[in-house]
């Protein structure tokens, strides 16, 4: 049963304008012009609800339909096109940027001691109209002696864990029967050259130039 109507809310129902319009009585707030209601006059349908076999083998269809439809788009000649333009795309970009990197790895040390030469005291980017070649220095730092051989590696994991173990134990990494050595743990000590880290274990990497490019062009 619906609630009583208010006192106001009587009074606006009643001040609505009724429309005959194509069988259908539509409320006209008179205020506004806005339509607030339709009626039909046919009684409410009930909403529609899978409950039986031929419903759900309705439902079925229409899926299958909708799926159809999704399926139909993409083998539209349009899509089909746009989808071999964006392939090839892909490919010429991809082309195009191993290009640029050979360039620069050719022409890397080059261009560094070019750029770096043409900076004044105090600057660190030279700059054109083409782009900019920015030069860093990359401080030096002590790394892990690297092995290709397979068992050499594993055996050097066991002796930078063992070296760890009495020199920094905040380097070993300890999880469910393993132990690793993490050499991020050692903090500054890896950037002093001067420090007591074992020769057959670590190494030292000078520091070293470093360039990037930027042309500024959009990609």
Same mark, same amino acid.
């Given at each position: =049963?619906?609630?009583? #109507?208010? /006192?106001?809310?009587?009074?606006? !129902? ?23 209601q339709v ?20 439902? %079925?269809? @229409?899926?299958?339909?909708?799926? !159809? /439809? ?5 083998? $539209?000649?349009?899509?089909? &096109?746009?989808?071999?333009?964006? @392939? #090839?795309?892909?490919? =010429?970009?991809?082309? %195009? ?5 050979? +360039?620069?790895?050719?022409q890397y040390?080059?261009?560094?001691? $070019?750029?770096? /030469? +043409?900076?004044?005291r105090g600057?660190? $980017?030279? &700059? ?7 030069? &860093?220095?990359?401080?030096? @730092? ?11 590696? =594993? ?23 393993? &132990? ?37 062009? @959009?990609?």
């Amino acid at each position: =049963m619906e609630a009583p #109507q208010t /006192g106001v809310e009587a009074s606006a !129902s009643q001040a609505r304008e009724l429309i005959n319009f194509g069988g259908m009585l539509l409320q006209i707030d008179p205020a506004t012009g806005e339509v607030v209601q339709v009626d039909s006059g046919e009684p409410a349908k009930e909403p529609f609800v899978v409950n039986s076999h031929e419903r759900l083998v309705w439902f %079925l269809s @229409r899926i299958q339909e909708i799926d !159809s /439809g999704i399926a139909a788009i993409s083998s $539209t000649p349009e899509v089909i &096109r746009a989808y071999a333009i964006v @392939r #090839q795309a892909e490919d =010429m970009t991809s082309r %195009l940027t191993a290009q640029r990197e050979n +360039l620069v790895r050719w022409q890397y040390n080059a261009v560094l001691e $070019t750029a770096a /030469g +043409l900076l004044k005291r105090g600057e660190r $980017t030279y &700059r054109s109209i083409f782009g900019n070649v920015s030069v &860093r220095l990359k401080p030096g @730092r002590w790394k892990v002696r690297q092995h290709a051989d397979y068992n050499a590696a =594993m055996s050097m994991d066991d002796r930078l864990v063992a070296w760890a173990e009495t020199h920094a134990p905040e380097a070993v990494k300890v999880v469910p029967e393993v &132990r690793k050595f993490l050499i991020s743990k050692l903090g500054k000590l890896t950037s002093q050259p001067d420090a007591d880290l074992p020769d057959n274990l670590f190494v030292w990497e000078e520091p070293t130039d470093t360039l990037s490019i930027e042309t500024f062009v @959009r990609k």
